[in-house]
Nanobody, 124 residues
Framework: QVQLVESGGGLVQAGGSLRLSCAASGRTFSGYGMGWFRQAPGKEREFVASIRWSGGSTYYADSVKGRFTCSRDNAKNTVYLQMNSLKPEDTAVYYC?????????????????WGQGTQVTVSS
C-alpha cells in the first residue's frame, strides 16, 4: 500500500509563488515516477508535471513550462512542485500520484496511487 500526502497549498496573489510537497510512504520508490495533476471546478483533471525517482527526469505541461519546477528528495521520499509566476488560471486542487510506468505518463489513468489533494487559489 502506498500513501501520498500533499501539503503547501494556499491563497496567493497573481505573480506569487507556492511550493507543494508530496510525502510518500509504504514502499520503495526507486524506479517509479510521480506526477502532479490539477483539477479546477467543472474541468477535467489535467497533467501538470512529472518526475522519475531515479535520475530525476522531469516533464511539464506546456501551460506551466518555465514557471513550475518539479523536484524530488529520494532520502525523504518527497517530491516538490515549485510554482512561480502564478496566474488565476492556475487555481485548482493539486494532486500528486504514483506510477510504475516510464516515462511517467501525462494521463491520470497511468497512475495507481493518489494523494488527497491540496487547494491552490490564485487571486487576480
Amino acid at each position: 500500500q502506498v500513501q501520498l500526502v500533499e501539503s503547501g497549498g494556499g491563497l496567493v496573489q497573481a505573480g506569487g509563488s507556492l511550493r507543494l510537497s508530496c510525502a510518500a510512504s509504504g514502499r520503495t520508490f526507486s524506479g517509479y515516477g510521480m506526477g502532479w495533476f490539477r483539477q479546477a471546478p467543472g474541468k477535467e483533471r489535467e497533467f501538470v508535471a512529472s518526475i522519475r525517482w531515479s535520475g530525476g527526469s522531469t516533464y511539464y505541461a506546456d501551460s506551466v513550462k518555465g514557471r513550475f519546477t518539479c523536484s524530488r528528495d529520494n532520502a525523504k521520499n518527497t517530491v516538490y512542485l515549485q510554482m512561480n509566476s502564478l496566474k488565476p488560471e492556475d487555481t485548482a486542487v493539486y494532486y500528486c500520484a504514483s506510477t510504475n510506468l516510464y516515462p511517467p505518463p501525462r494521463v491520470a489513468g497511468g497512475y495507481n496511487y493518489w494523494g488527497q489533494g491540496t487547494q491552490v487559489t490564485v487571486s487576480s
